[in-house]
C-alpha cells in the first residue's frame, strides 16, 4: 500500500518497513544515477549500492506490471526498486506539470498578447524543471555562439560590469561553500574530518570558479578574477587533508587547481592594466596564505615559489631583495632553502652585484643543490682541481650529516673526473670506495679487477672483502656469493653459505648447484638438516609448497635423489596428519 501510494498502483510491500525507509534514502541521497522510459511504461535505471545495479520496472498506466534488480537480495521488493519507484513518480510528475502549462491560457482570463507571454514563461519554467545539465548547457553554449544579444545578456547577467572597487559576489562564502557542501555526515575535528566526502564535485565545481576567473581576466576584470584565484588557494589550503588523498585512488588532483590559481595571478600581476595598489594586494593576500599549513607541511603545491614570482613583478630589486633575505632567514631548516639562495643569487647579478652573488653561493655551499649547480659550472669549464676540491669538501659536509646518498654522488663524481683525466690510482681508490659505500656492487668489482694487476688481484680483493659488508638478498642475488662463483672460489662459496643465518634455503636453491661437484654432499646435508627444522615449525600449505620446491631443487644434486626420498620418507612418519603436506609430498 506504501509503495501504491508513490506511483498510483495496487502494489504492496510484505517486507519489512525498513525496505521502504532505506530506498527512500537511497532516492534522497542520488543514488539512482540514470531512469529512462524505454518505451511506453518500460523503465529502466542504475542504482549505486554496494555496487552499481540494473533496475527494470514494467507499468501499465498506473499499475506496476512487473520488476526486477539484480543486486544478491531475495526478499520480496529490494531497496533499490523502492528508490527507483520514487524517481519514476517524480519523472512522471515533471512531465505533468510541463503538460498543464498548456492549459493556463484557458483558465485565467488575460490579455491574449500577455497571455501568450505568460505561457511562454511558465513553458521555459517548466522545461527547466527536468532539462539535463549538460544538454541545457550545450544549448546555451550554441545559442549564444550565433545570437550576440543571446550573449551580451548572458554576460551582464553573469558576469556584470561593475565599479573595480566593489565585488556583487562573497567569493570568500561562495567558494568555502564548495568545500563545506560535500561533508555529508560527520563532523569536523581540528584540522581532519571523518565524513563521507564527495572530492568529485567539491574539485567540479572548484573547477568552475577557475573558467570564471579566466573569463574575468579576458575581460579586464582583473580585481574580481585574482578574488577568485586567491580564494580557491586559501579554500583550498583551509580544507585539504591529506590522510585522504595519500590512500585514494580518485583521479583528483588538488596540485593542479593550485597550480592554475597560481598560472592567473601571475598573469595579473604582469599585466599592463593591473594598478600597483592590486599588484601589492596580491602579493600581501599570497604571502598570507603561503604561510597556511596545508602548503607548510605537505607538498601540494609550492606557494613560496609564487610569492616570489609576484614579489619580483610587483616590487623593485631592492624590495625584492630584502624581501628574499627575510625569507632566508626564516626558513633556515627548509628543505627548498636553495630555491630562495638562488632567486637572491639571481637578482643580486641583475642589479650588477657579482661579488655579493659569489660571496652568498660560498655562504650557502653546505645545500648539495647549491654545490652541485657550482661543480657543474666548474666542469663545465674544464676546472678539474677546482672542481675535485669542491667535491672533497662536500664529501667532508655529508659524512658529518650521514647524508650516504649525496656522498655517494660525489664520490661518483670524483671517479667521472679522475677517468676523465687518466689517474688511475685515483681511479683505483675511487672505486675501492664506491665497492665498500654500494655493499659490494660488481661494477665496481668488475672495473677494479680490471685495472688492478693479476698477481695482486688476490690479495687485493680478500682485504676489500673483509672492508665490505653485504646484505642478504636472495633470490635477486647475493654480491659476495656472486664474485665467489666468477673467481672460483668454491671453498669459499660453501663456507660462506654455511654461515648464512637468514632464509638459508633460499641461499642453497639458488647457489647449491655451482657447489653439485664440489661439495654436492655438504649442501645435501644442510639442506636436509634446515628442512627438517622448517618442516618442524611451520604449518600449512603455502609452507608445504616452499618444501616441495626445495626438494625439487635438491633432487637436481649428485646423490640427491636418495637424499630426498630418505628425508620424504621421514616426514610421511613424522607428519602424516597434515594431509595437505602428503599431497604436496605426492610427486616425490
Known amino acids: 500500500e506504501i509503495c501504491a501510494c508513490l506511483v498510483g498502483s495496487e502494489m504492496c510491500i510484505r517486507d519489512s518497513p525498513q525496505i521502504l525507509m532505506r530506498g527512500e534514502d537511497y532516492y534522497e541521497s542520488d543514488a539512482v544515477l540514470e531512469i529512462e522510459e524505454e518505451s511506453p511504461g518500460e523503465w529502466i535505471a542504475t542504482v549505486c549500492g554496494t555496487e552499481n545495479y540494473e533496475v527494470t520496472v514494467s507499468m501499465e498506466g498506473n499499475e506496476i506490471i512487473a520488476w526486477e534488480c539484480d543486486c544478491p537480495y531475495d526478499g520480496n521488493i529490494c531497496k533499490h526498486v523502492v528508490a527507483t519507484l520514487l524517481a519514476i513518480r517524480d519523472s512522471r510528475n515533471k512531465v505533468a506539470r510541463f503538460l498543464s502549462a498548456k492549459e493556463v491560457d484557458s483558465q485565467v482570463s488575460i490579455p491574449e498578447k500577455n497571455a501568450a507571454k505568460m505561457v511562454m514563461d511558465e513553458e521555459v519554467e517548466q522545461i527547466l524543471l527536468f532539462a539535463e545539465p549538460d544538454k541545457l548547457s550545450d544549448f546555451v553554449l550554441k545559442y549564444a555562439s550565433s545570437h550576440s544579444d543571446f550573449k551580451s545578456a548572458l554576460l551582464e547577467t553573469f558576469l556584470p560590469k561593475k565599479p573595480v572597487a566593489k565585488l556583487s559576489v562573497d567569493y570568500q562564502m561562495e567558494i568555502e561553500k564548495c568545500f563545506n557542501s560535500a561533508y555529508k555526515n560527520g563532523s569536523k575535528r581540528g584540522r581532519y574530518y571523518e565524513p563521507e566526502i564527495d572530492w568529485d564535485e567539491v574539485s567540479g565545481k572548484v573547477d568552475g570558479y577557475l ?137 643580486l647579478e641583475e642589479l650588477g652585484k657579482r661579488v655579493e652573488a659569489e660571496t652568498t653561493l660560498s655562504e650557502f655551499l653546505y645545500l648539495p643543490e647549491i654545490r652541485r649547480r657550482e661543480t657543474k659550472k666548474l666542469l663545465d669549464g674544464k676546472c678539474y682541481e ?34 676523465e683525466v687518466h689517474d688511475i690510482t685515483k681511479v683505483i681508490e675511487m672505486c675501492r670506495l664506491l665497492f665498500i659505500h654500494t655493499n659490494g656492487s660488481l661494477d665496481y668489482y668488475h672495473k677494479l ?65 655451482h657447489l653439485n661437484v664440489t661439495h654436492s654432499s655438504e649442501i645435501l646435508s644442510l639442506f636436509t638438516d634446515d628442512l627438517r627444522v622448517y618442516a618442524e615449525k611451520n604449518l600449512g600449505r603455502n ?46
Not at 388 to 405: C, F, T
Not at 560 to 570: C, F, M, S
Request: glycine share 4%.
Open 211 to 347: 573558467a570564471k576567473a579566466t573569463l574575468l581576466l579576458q575581460r579586464q576584470d582583473l580585481e574580481e578574477a585574482a578574488t577568485i584565484a586567491l580564494q580557491i588557494l586559501r579554500s583550498i589550503g583551509n580544507n585539504y587533508i591529506e590522510e585522504y588523498f595519500l590512500y585514494n585512488d580518485d583521479d583528483i588532483d588538488f596540485e593542479i587547481s593550485c597550480e592554475d590559481a597560481g598560472d592567473l595571478l601571475l598573469e595579473i600581476v604582469k599585466h599592463s592594466g593591473a594598478s600597483q595598489v592590486l599588484k601589492e594586494n596580491i602579493l600581501n593576500e599570497a604571502t598570507k596564505i603561503s604561510k597556511m599549513v596545508t602548503y607548510r607541511e605537505y607538498e601540494l603545491y609550492d606557494m613560496d615559489e609564487l610569492v616570489q614570482q609576484i614579489m619580483l613583478s610587483v616590487q623593485s630589486k631592492e624590495e625584492a631583495l630584502l624581501s628574499i633575505n627575510h625569507f632566508i632567514e626564516e626558513r633556515k631548516e627548509h628543505r627548498e632553502l636553495y630555491k630562495l639562495v638562488l632567486r637572491k643569487v639571481e637578482i
Open 543 to 588: 609452507h608445504y609448497e616452499y618444501i616441495a620446491r626445495v626438494l625439487r631443487a635438491m633432487r637436481k644434486l649428485n646423490g640427491g635423489k636418495d637424499a630426498v626420498k630418505q628425508l620424504v620418507e621421514e616426514f610421511r612418519v613424522l607428519y602424516k596428519r597434515r594431509p595437505a603436506m602428503m599431497q604436496e609430498l605426492g610427486e616425490f
Open 449 to 513: 679487477k680490471s685495472l688492478i694487476s693479476s698477481t695482486d688481484w688476490k690479495e687485493y680483493l680478500s682485504t676489500l672483502l673483509q672492508e665490505t659488508t653485504f646484505f642478504d638478498y636472495w633470490g635477486s642475488g647475493n654480491n659476495k656469493a656472486e664474485i665467489y662463483i666468477e673467481e672460483k672460489e668454491y671453498d669459499k662459496l660453501f663456507s660462506f653459505l654455511s654461515t648464512v643465518e637468514y632464509r638459508r634455503l633460499d641461499a642453497l636453491v639458488q647457489y647449491a648447484s
Open 386 to 419: 677546482k672542481a675535485i676540491s669542491m667535491l672533497n669538501e662536500g664529501i667532508v659536509i655529508a659524512e658529518k650529516a650521514g647524508e650516504y646518498g649525496i656522498l655517494r654522488e660525489w664520490r661518483e663524481q670524483l671517479l667521472s673526473i679522475y677517468e
